[in-house]
């Protein structure tokens, strides 16, 4: 007949690292203190330790060698034009680097013109006027309703509001008087000329009724 033995437990079992409390079974694998061990047989507070309990598997390592200390810096950054690959230079040492970078560019965007709709959704959308830089010494202005015009220094300036809604114009009369010219139809009650060296704000509506302000 067959007999049946009881062999008990016969493969490791690994157990992480050491726990005073735990209980721990022959066979089992621990580590303490960077080495390795094996219990012998089952034990619970017995600090791994050559003898009756714990055999040594492995022991720690050597401590290395330091390693060299290093720096990292960004060089110069530049832009390539579009479908240029982009590139990283170390231009400085292995243990000492500085990388330089080119990157590539976006692709070119269409160009688009404001039309008079899309400056009135514009105001509407931001709840004050469309604001228009105007450059140069003698502007030409032909009004777009809800725009507020912003010039520098001129010495003429040309204003022709539209026929419906409000326009703002902003100027500086500088050491020479500037010279500004508007439709006939505009009335200006308030109008008292220009003067040297100050700036001024001519708010027109409707083509017709229009306030002047100014300032040092």
Do not use: H
């Not at 033995?5 to 721990?24: D, E, H, I, M, Q």
């Not at 330091?66 to 579009?82: D, K, W």
């Not at 703002?168 to 009369?173: E, G, K, M, N």
């Not at 008087?177 to 708010?203: F, S």
Request: hydrophobic share 35%; glycine share 10%.
């Amino acid at each position: 007949m067959a007999q049946t033995k009881n062999l008990g437990k016969v493969s490791v079992t690994p157990r992480g690292t050491y726990t005073a409390g735990t209980s721990y079974e022959r066979l089992d694998i621990v580590t303490y203190q960077g080495g390795s061990w094996i219990a012998l047989q089952n034990s619970t507070n017995v600090t791994p330790a050559a003898g009756a309990y714990w055999a040594q598997i492995a022991a720690k390592g050597d401590t290395g060698t330091a390693g060299q200390s290093c720096t990292v810096a960004i060089g110069t950054v530049t832009s390539v034009p579009y479908g240029t690959p982009s590139s990283v230079t170390n231009v400085g040492t292995q243990n000492d680097a500085v990388f330089d970078m080119s990157l590539q560019t976006g692709p070119q965007g269409d160009d688009y013109v404001l039309t008079e709709q899309d400056k009135t959704d514009i105001s509407i959308l931001v709840g004050d006027m469309f604001v228009e830089n105007v450059v140069g010494t003698d502007p030409v202005i032909t009004g777009v309703a809800n725009t507020r015009y912003i010039c520098g220094e001129v010495a003429t300036i040309s204003i022709t509001p539209p026929a419906k809604g409000v326009i703002d114009v902003i100027f500086t009369s500088g050491s020479t008087v500037a010279v500004v010219t508007l439709p006939p139809t505009v009335k200006m009650p308030d109008w008292y000329g220009i003067t040297t060296n100050r700036t001024y704000e001519i708010n027109i509506s409707d083509g017709v009724y229009g306030v002047v302000t100014s300032w040092a």
